[in-house]
C-alpha cells in the first residue's frame, strides 16, 4: 500500500486518469465477445452548438453513470458517440457568418462552410465531454454529415419506400417563410405574442345586413373560402348555406355550419382561409371546401393578393385593414394576447403552404407506438405518457423533406420524359441525385434517358432516428441483432416528441421491432432562480466556468444528487461546492485510514474477530450496498449519491474511524486482535465506498484506489472491479441497533463536551452511564474500551439501575454523569 500524497488536485487527477483509461482501452467495446452480455447505450448524438452547456452535463453524467456502473456489473458496455450534423440552424449561422443566402452561393461552397463550422463546434464539445470523464468508446465516433452515414439514411428511405411507408403529396405543411423550408410539428415552438383582433363587416348577399366577423388575420381575406358559424347558435344559424360577400375582393361565398365553432369567441361567426391555422386546413379537408394560395415560399403575397402582391404579411395586413377602415366596413379594433407558432431555429411566425413534400406514414403506426411504448421501460414510468399523447395528437403524417442544403440528400430522379419516380437502389448509395444520375440506361417506363434530380433534402430527424440499429452495427454487420434493441435510450424530456418518437416509428416501420428496452430521461437544467437557465435571463452558468473551478467528480455529483430522475434540476452553486467538500473529506479520511493501515496486509491479515462496532459498521455498509444497488438499477442517482455520502460523511467518518483510532494507535491496550479487526474493516468498508462511488465520481475513487488498493484487488482500474455482491447475512439490524446506541452515547458525550466549551479531546476522569436494565449494560459494557478510547474517559462504568436525575442519552432510556 503506498501513502497518499497529502494534497489532492483534481485537475491534475482528473486529466491523468481521463488519459490512462483511454491508453488502458477499458471503454472498448469488443464486438466479438461472446461471453459478456451486451448492454448497448442509444447516446443521443447532439447536435453541435459549439457550447456544451449545464444540460448537456446532465445528461452525459447520466449516460455515463449507467455505462459505468453495467460495465462494474459485468457487461460488455458499448457507449457510442456521433454527432447529428445537418440542420436549419447551422444554415441560419453560416447565412449569417458569411454574410450571404445559401440561395447565392454554390451548393458545395455552401456545404463546406457548414462542415467546417460544424467541426469548430464538435470539437468545443468534444473538450467538454472527455473533461467531465466520459466513459465513450472513441473508435464508434461518426457525422451524420460523413457520405458513409447518408448511406445509411439514403438505405432506410429506401426499405421504408419500397415497405409503402414513403409518399409524396400535396398537403399543408407548416413552413418557415424566412427560412424558406417545411418544418415538422415537432419544430414548432409555440410563444406568447401581442397581435390584435379586427372585427370586419361582411355583407350578406341580397340583403342590406351583414355578419361581423373577427379575425386576427384581416391579410388573409384574399384567401377566404367559406365563412363559418355554430349550427347550435340560434344568431345565426338561418344563415347557413346563404352566400355572403368577401370584401376587398367581392367574391362570394358559401356560410357553414360547423360544431368547432366556439359561439363565445369573438363574434361567434370565422373565416376560413386557406391557411390562416391549422383550424382551417381541419375546415377544408372536412368541408371539401378549394383551396386559393395566398403565399409565397419566402412569406409574401402571391398573384392571388391582387394589388396586395408583394408585399410581406405584415405589409399586407396594415393595407387591408387601412383600405377596409376607409370602406367603413371595419367595426373596432381590440388587443389580442394571442399564441402563435414559431419556428424553433428562427422564431419566425409559422405559415401553413400547401406543396408538394415528401412524407412518411407515421399516423397508422400511432396503436404500435402505443402498444410498443407500454412495453419499454421509462426511468421515471410516467413519462411514458408523454410519448404516448404526443403520438395521438399528431394531425398530419411526418413531412420529412426539407428545402435546404446542408441535409443528406433524398436518392430519387424523376424521368424528364414521363416522370416517372426513378428510386435508388441498395446498392447505389451514398448518392447525391443532383450530381449523379441513376445507374440505369433509360427509364424502365418510357425508355427515356433524361433524369431530373430531387432537390429536396431529408429532415435531420431522418438521419437520427435510426441510430439504435445504427449503433448496433446496421448494415454491415451480420450479427447486429445480438446489439438491438439499444438496452436504454437516454433522453431529455423536451425531445421525448422527437428523439424517442422518431426512433420509435423509424425501426417499428424499418424491421417491426422497438428500437429500445428502456427510455432514461432526465429533465432540464433551471437557473439558481428557478426558471430555465437561459442566457437572457441572466441566470445562465457555463459548464467550463463549473468544471474549471471545480472539476469533473464535483460537477457530475450535482448533476446525479440535483433531483429525481426525470424532474427539472436546480443549478446553485453550493451543490458543487458540498460536492467538492465531500471529495476533500473522502481524500482526507483515506490518508487517514492509509495511516492507520501502513502495518496491515490485506492479501495476509493475521488473526482476528469482529468487535460490535466493526460488525456494527460493516452491517451499514451492506445496507448501503443494497440500496445504491437498488437505486442505479431504477436509475435513481440522486438517492444512490445521497445515501453514500450520508455513510461516508455521517457513519464512516464522524463515528466509527473516530471510535477506533484510538484501537489502532493503542496496540498494547486493546491487543493486537482487535486491531486487526478494525484494520480488516476499515480497509473493506472504505473499498465499498470506492466501489459504490466510481460510477459518479470516478477519478478521485480511482485515484485512491491505485494508491491502496490496487496491489491487494488486483483489477487495473476500479473501473472493472465487479461491483459488490449484497450480501443479506452481513446485514443484521441487531447489531446496527446495538451499534446506534454507542454511537449516540458518544454524539451525547461529544455534546455535552462542547456545551461545557471544552475541547472534543480533552480528556476527562470518570463516566457513570445508568443504562436501566442488564440487557443494555451488557452491549455498553462489551463496547466500553472504545468509548473510553474514542472519548478519552479514564473510567467507563456502567450501572444496569436506572437514574433519570442526570443527562439523558436521547431517545434511549439511558442517562449519563461525567466527572471531567
Ligand atoms: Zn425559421
Ligand atoms: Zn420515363
Redesign the pocket.
Known sequence: MQPLPKKYNFSEIERKWQQRWEEMGIYHFDWNDTKRVPFTIDTPPPYPSGEFHMGNILNWTYFDIVARYKRMRGFNVLFPQGWDCHGLSIEIQVEKEHKVRKRDVPPDQFRKWCEQLIERYIAIMKDAILKLGCSIDWTTEYRTMNPDYWRRTQLSFILLHKKGYMYQGTHPVNWCPRCETAIADAEVDYEKRQSALHYIRFPLQDSSEHLLIATSRPEFIPACVAVEVNPEDERFKKHIGKKITVPIVNRTVTIIGDEAVDPDFGTGVVQICTYGDKEDVKTVMKHKLPVITLLTENGRIDENGGKYAGLTVNQARKAIVENLAAAGLLEKTEELMQEVGVCDRCKSHVEILERKQWFMKTRTLTDRVEKTANEVTWYPDYMKSRLIDWAKSLDWDWVISRQRVFATPIPVWY?K????LILAAEDWVPIDPKLENPHLAK?P????NGFTPERDVFDTWMDSSITCAVHAGWPDREDWKRFFPADVHPSGIDIIRTWAYYLMVRHLALFNEKPYKSCLINGMVLGSDGRKMSKSLKNYVAAPEVLGKYGSDATRQWAAGGGATGSDIPFRWPDVEYGRRFLVKLWNVSRFANKLLSDYDPSEPSEFVLQPLDRWVLSKAEKLTRKVTDAMEKCQFNIAVEEIRNFTWHVFCDYYVEAVKDKLYNVDLYGSEKKVAAQYTLYEVLYRVLQLLAPITPHLTEEIYQFMYAEDKRFESLQISSWPKYNPELENEAVEKNGDLIMTIISEVRQDKAEKKLPLNAPSKTIDIYSGSVETANIINSVKEDLAGTLKIANVRVHPEKRCDCRQISPYDVYFQIEY
Open positions: 424521368c420524359n414521363c416522370g416517372e427509364c417506363k418510357c425508355g427515356g
